[in-house]
């Protein structure tokens, strides 16, 4: 996939991490544990917002080594991680009045 996107948008940053196949296994573990670990936030949601930067991460990676840019479809996801945050926040305000 890496040369295929180096060959089609002429990306050499994908034909440098081709050419590392010790790196792309270490990324390739890194997004395959990423993946299936998400069902991990039922039980532990504090890790919430180590599991968004990762998935900007992953999605940001995607993006700069591929030209495949899933953030305008999946971008919109990433806003649940900041409806806490915020509630939170409002309520702080609303309780200081």
Not at 3 to 30: E, K, N, Q, T
């Amino acid at each position: 996939y890496l040369i295929a996107a180096h060959l089609a948008y002429d990306i050499p940053r994908a034909r440098w991490l081709a050419g590392r196949p010790v790196l792309c296994r270490g990324l390739s573990a890194a997004v395959l544990t990423f993946e299936c670990t998400g069902w991990l936030l039922l039980f532990a949601p504090r890790g919430e917002y180590l599991f968004a930067i990762g998935g900007l991460a992953l999605h940001a990676g995607t993006l700069a080594f591929m030209r495949v840019n899933f953030l305008k479809y999946h971008g919109a996801v990433f806003l649940v991680f900041v409806a806490a945050p915020a509630s939170r926040l409002l309520a702080s305000i609303a309780g200081a009045s």
